[in-house]
């Protein structure tokens, strides 16, 4: 049976590909450092982040190997590699938020780290694995014209964006160097069940369901929007296809959507709920629509959620 080492396989977007793969008869070994970059005392949110811990591997416990570690410590990546022998990884550890990296460009810098640790031990291995980095549509910067394809100039805004494009051009290089076939995914706009990082969607249907008030910067702003289980296929798709390597791809829900269409969907499901209008935050790029055509040529991409129907599945899960 094949095997997968899923870098932050616990975590939001890690524990969905986990789930895929074990749909596809792979193992995955899911190596994390356990880590929550928002700190909260307050007993509710305590309660959301155990539930979504919990919820993440309800099922596939018994089907998945997972590992406690850092992914920028060489030994323990070696380690990893050595005793599980995976056929690929997927680098997805690092601070998931550009607002919080930002703050914490400290932290952030991890993200380099741990990609160039990593492919070094891989090489070091002595046996060839495809490796997929995990990117960001923020190293495109302000969109501009839509849809933004893979080879648009990379226009970044803020050091979140600036660490991503950092590992993609470690990425390339070193696997280039030791010949190593790699993937770069950039997401946009990722949103479900078990987030607990205080993304846009999960604010917006937990303000409406406890009835506090929300903030929208700016809504005339736009987003991809991405159902998780979406990018779930989109990175095992890229990880199985043995023939596809030494390729970018946008995975997405190939749509941009307005925070006012967000908002709108949300109110549709509870009407008095209570928001204010603000102003967008200057050090994030104004995206849009990202072009899947590639991904869907390649790699047989297809999303299965629009904005309304995810969004409909996840407040089914909070109020369930």
Same mark, same amino acid.
Do not use: W
């Given at each position: 049976?094949?095997?997968?080492?899923?870098?932050?396989?616990?975590?939001?977007?890690?524990?969905?590909?986990?789930?895929? &793969?074990?749909? $596809?008869?792979?193992?995955?070994?899911?190596?994390?450092?356990?880590?929550?970059?928002?700190?909260?005392?307050?007993? @509710? =949110?305590?309660?959301?982040?155990?539930?979504?811990?919990?919820?993440?591997?309800?099922?596939?416990? +018994?089907?998945?190997?997972?590992?406690?570690?850092? #992914?920028?410590?060489?030994?323990?990546? /070696?380690?990893?590699?050595?005793?599980?022998?995976?056929?690929?990884?997927?680098?997805?550890?690092?601070? !998931?938020?550009?607002?919080?990296?930002? @703050?914490?460009?400290?932290?952030?810098?991890?993200?380099?780290?741990?990609?160039?640790?990593?492919?070094?031990?891989?090489?070091?291995?002595?046996?060839?694995?495809?490796?997929?980095?995990?990117?960001?549509?923020?190293?495109?910067?302000?969109?501009?014209?839509?849809?933004?394809?893979?080879?648009?100039?990379?226009?970044? $805004?803020?050091?979140?964006?600036?660490?991503?494009?950092?590992?993609?051009? *470690?990425?390339?290089?070193?696997? %280039?160097?030791?010949?190593?076939?790699?993937?770069?995914?950039?997401? /946009?706009?990722?949103?479900? !069940?078990?987030?607990?990082?205080? %993304?846009?969607? /999960?604010?917006?249907?937990?303000?409406?369901?406890?009835? =506090?008030?929300?903030?929208?910067?700016? !809504?005339?702003?736009?987003?991809?929007?991405?159902? #998780?289980? +979406? #990018?779930?296929?989109?990175?095992?798709?890229?990880?199985?296809? =043995?023939?596809?390597?030494?390729? =970018?791809?946008?995975?997405?829900?190939?749509?941009?959507?307005? &925070?006012?269409?967000? &908002?709108?969907?949300?109110?549709?499901?509870?009407?008095?709920?209570?928001?204010? *209008?603000?102003?967008?935050?200057?050090?994030?790029? %104004?995206?849009?629509? #990202?072009? *899947?055509? $590639?991904?869907?040529?390649?790699?047989?991409?297809?999303?299965?959620?629009?904005?309304?129907?995810?969004?409909?599945?996840?407040?089914?899960?909070?109020?369930?």
């Amino acid at each position: 049976m094949k095997r997968v080492l899923v870098f932050g396989g616990a975590g939001f977007i890690g524990s969905y590909i986990c789930r895929k &793969l074990i749909e $596809k008869g792979v193992t995955p070994i899911a190596f994390d450092s356990f880590a929550l970059y928002l700190s909260s005392l307050n007993p @509710e =949110e305590l309660d959301r982040r155990n539930r979504a811990q919990k919820d993440r591997f309800e099922g596939i416990r +018994d089907k998945l190997i997972p590992i406690i570690g850092n #992914a920028t410590n060489y030994r323990e990546v /070696q380690r990893a590699i050595k005793i599980y022998d995976p056929d690929s990884i997927i680098h997805l550890a690092g601070m !998931p938020l550009a607002s919080a990296a930002n @703050e914490y460009s400290e932290v952030s810098m991890e993200g380099v780290t741990s990609t160039g640790t990593i492919i070094q031990a891989i090489k070091d291995s002595g046996r060839k694995r495809k490796f997929i980095y995990t990117s960001s549509s923020t190293v495109y910067g302000d969109f501009g014209e839509e849809p933004v394809k893979e080879d648009r100039e990379k226009r970044g $805004k803020g050091i979140y964006a600036g660490v991503k494009l950092a590992g993609e051009d *470690i990425t390339r290089y070193f696997c %280039r160097q030791f010949d190593i076939p790699y993937i770069i995914i950039r997401p /946009q706009g990722v949103y479900g !069940p078990t987030d607990i990082n205080k %993304r846009v969607v /999960q604010k917006f249907i937990e303000g409406a369901i406890s009835g =506090e008030e929300i903030v929208v910067n700016d !809504p005339t702003s736009a987003i991809d929007f991405t159902y #998780a289980k +979406d #990018a779930a296929q989109g990175f095992v798709l890229a990880t199985l296809n =043995e023939g596809v390597q030494d390729e =970018e791809f946008n995975i997405s829900g190939g749509q941009g959507r307005t &925070l006012e269409e967000l &908002l709108n969907i949300v109110r549709g499901h509870f009407p008095d709920m209570r928001f204010r *209008i603000s102003s967008s935050d200057p050090n994030l790029p %104004r995206r849009g629509s #990202a072009d *899947i055509s $590639k991904a869907r040529r390649m790699l047989g991409y297809n999303p299965q959620y629009n904005l309304e129907k995810g969004v409909e599945e996840y407040i089914k899960y909070y109020l369930k």
